[in-house]
Nanobody, 119 residues
Framework: QVQLEESGGGLVQAGGSMRLSCVAS????????IGWLRQTPGEEREVVAA????????YYADSVKGRFAISRDTYRNTVTLQMNSLKPEDTGVYYC????????????WGQGTQVTVFS
């Protein structure tokens, strides 16, 4: 099990930037995939960015490629999602989540943080 605590979020104008952070606590983070997932009203929760903790192999949803960047600080066990060129459709609740490598589903979740992009 991974404990995840998010920070960041809020209101931002379209075209602006925002950074989300997540502190992860676990006995063996190298065994996990860490992701940022987005929940918007009426839509299924989607993975916007993720990476394998040990190798740092990254994944991005097509909708955020070139605009979002996920990174980790292994010393502080922190995962950061840098979001640039934000669009109103990026609005939603963002969750930091973790799953054991090889798992299909995410098994540990942060509390979520609201991101609202206004035009």
């Amino acid at each position: 099990q991974v404990q995840l605590e998010e920070s960041g979020g809020g209101l931002v104008q379209a075209g602006g930037s925002m950074r989300l952070s997540c502190v992860a606590s676990a006995r063996a983070l190298s065994m996990y995939v860490i992701g940022w997932l987005r929940q918007t009203p009426g839509e299924e929760r989607e993975v916007v960015a993720a990476f394998t903790w040990s190798e740092g192999i990254t994944y991005y949803a097509d909708s955020v490629k070139g605009r979002f960047a996920i990174s980790r600080d292994t010393y502080r066990n922190t995962v950061t999602l840098q979001m640039n060129s934000l669009k109103p459709e990026d609005t939603g609740v963002y969750y930091c989540a973790a799953k054991p490598r090889g798992n299909r589903e995410y098994t540990s979740w942060g509390q979520g943080t609201q991101v609202t992009v206004f035009s």
